[in-house]
Nanobody, 115 residues
């Protein structure tokens, strides 16, 4: 079992920045990333990065968000800039263990962008 602990959510004005961080309880051989969910909507991918390879982003995140991963610390971070009210959501960290074929999820951290 892997525990994912998120931090960094909060309230910010439109145009501002936030950094989300997620710490995994052990090394993940696979993909780590972030999803977000608005009440009543499905959970959508924001950005993800594999153990080896390049990151990928949702169209809504391209040019504004940057995902980074620190393998030594078992952490993944999401730097969000130029935030918009439509970025308001509950952001979930996830990890896909490719060896065990298991997905793990954090508890979610709220991001609220005021106009």
């Amino acid at each position: 079992q892997v525990q994912l602990v998120e931090s960094g959510g909060g309230l910010v004005q439109a145009g501002g920045s936030l950094r989300l961080s997620c710490a995994a309880s052990r090394t993940i051989f696979g993909t780590m990333g972030w999803y977000r969910q608005i009440p009543g909507k499905q959970r959508d991918l924001v950005a993800e990065v594999p153990s080896v390879g390049v990151a990928s982003y949702a169209d809504s995140a391209k040019g504004r968000f940057t995902i980074s991963r620190d393998g030594a610390k078992n952490m993944v971070s999401l730097q969000m800039t130029a935030l918009k009210p439509e970025d308001t959501a509950l952001y979930y960290c996830y990890a896909r263990d490719h060896i065990r074929a298991v997905d793990y999820w954090g508890q979610g951290t709220q991001v609220t962008v005021s106009s």
